[in-house]
């Protein structure tokens, strides 16, 4: 194990760790360093920390202070990393959907009905009930109007 492999990187209270493409022997290397001669490591625990909260990636490589270019430039030497930005955009989407399932949990009636009416808007959105509580002479003038565009159908064949 090199002394990267231990290496932890805090980023606002979140340690990183350095993946495995990301630990391998440096040989000499021609043109543009990556990240314009910053840290490697501490960069990519930036970016890991930006698309963890949801940033684009333009958020990101200006919280990690690179270009958008060097982060494609990157993502193309190491498409694994690309996969692993996917999965941490998808980190704030879990973290509300814990914080509905705790509050259904707890007991939260108007979490619970909010969660429900988003879900299956079939069954509990107001809107759709609303709807379906027309009058008794509202219904009347449903069938009728329904009666008579079925005839008018009918005749217009038999003509």
Not at 12 to 21: A, E, G, K, M, V
Not at 42 to 54: D, H, M, P, R
Not at 105 to 131: C, H, I, N
Request: hydrophobic share 35%; with cysteine; aromatic share 12%.
């Amino acid at each position: 194990m090199s002394v990267i492999e231990n290496q932890k990187i805090d980023v606002n209270d979140r340690l990183y760790t350095p993946s495995s493409y990301q630990i391998q022997p440096r040989t000499k290397v021609l043109g543009r360093p990556l990240f314009d001669g910053k840290n490697e490591n501490e960069v990519i625990a930036k970016l890991q920390y930006a698309f963890s909260i949801g940033s684009t990636s333009s958020e990101a490589c200006n919280f990690a202070d690179i270009s958008t270019d060097s982060l494609y430039r990157y993502c193309r030497k190491y498409p694994e990393f690309r996969d692993k930005i996917r999965l941490l955009q998808t980190t704030p989407t879990l973290m509300a959907r814990m914080t509905i399932f705790k509050a259904i949990q707890m007991g939260d009636v108007k979490t619970a009905l909010w969660y429900l009416e988003r879900k299956r808007p079939q069954e509990f959105s107001p809107r759709v009930a609303e709807q379906y509580q027309l009058s008794k002479q509202e219904r009347r003038i449903k069938y009728l109007e329904n009666v008579l565009f079925e005839n008018r159908v009918r005749f217009s064949w038999a003509e």
